[in-house]
């Protein structure tokens, strides 16, 4: 495994325009070392990725350009919508080191010159009396490495349901409820690379619970 270096410059703009809506721009560039791809459902060499673990590797370095623009509005005083469209032109300038076993295992993971165009949606919602939150996210792209011999359309989804509990807040710490459902990989969909969640093959859905607390 080769860790994954991002160097990303972005600049953007953000007003209000009247309706309770948030309009914002953004133009970026990054450049990608050693773009890190997880493989799931798939074995090799005897590592057997089809009980619950997965592959890593790399598809090698990239550079892309490209620019976004994002809608948001509250709607009334406990929703919030937001759509988000992106787009960039990406360029591979430096082969993977596992070319030849990613070429056999995964082909779609290795990309040249290509546009990817991607959209997400999202709704948060807030419920003051029992102060639970929810967020619900669903991602379309053009890129994805679902079908393994080449990029295709697919989504991916987040589903977040967190409830305070404010009968344990003791000593300034405050504590949280977390239930989510979800196949998306990555937490942050928006800091990391624009390859990041599209070269994780065959992600699987999975259902977390927990508690946070923050002090």
């Not at 798939?42 to 009980?51: Q, R, V």
């Not at 295709?152 to 344990?168: C, E, K, N, Y």
């Not at 710490?173 to 990391?192: C, I, P, Q, S, Y």
């Amino acid at each position: 495994m080769i860790p994954e270096r991002l160097d990303h410059a972005e600049v953007g703009i953000e007003r209000e325009v009247p309706g309770d809506v948030t309009i914002g721009v953004r133009a970026f560039r990054q450049a990608i070392e050693d773009q890190i791809v997880t493989l799931f459902g798939m074995s090799t060499d005897g590592i057997d990725a089809t009980i619950g673990h997965y592959l890593v590797g790399s598809a090698g370095d990239f550079e892309a350009y490209g620019f976004g623009a994002t809608v948001s509005r509250e709607i009334g005083d406990r929703l919030r919508a937001a759509v988000d469209y992106s787009q960039s032109d990406a360029h591979r300038t430096a082969l993977s080191p596992s070319e030849r076993r990613l070429s056999r295992m995964a082909p779609a993971v290795l990309r040249d010159d290509e546009t990817i165009r991607t959209v997400t949606a999202s709704v948060q919602s807030i419920v003051p009396v029992t102060l639970t939150h929810l967020l619900v996210m669903y991602r379309v792209s053009n890129a994805f490495a679902d079908s393994l011999s080449e990029p295709s359309a697919a989504g991916r989804f987040d589903v977040q349901v967190t409830q305070a509990l404010p009968f344990l807040n003791v000593g300034g710490a405050h504590w949280e409820m977390l239930v989510a459902v979800r196949n998306v990989f990555k937490e942050d969909l928006f800091e990391g690379s624009v390859y990041d969640e599209l070269l994780v093959v065959r992600p699987p859905k999975r259902m977390l619970g927990g508690v946070t607390v923050k002090f």
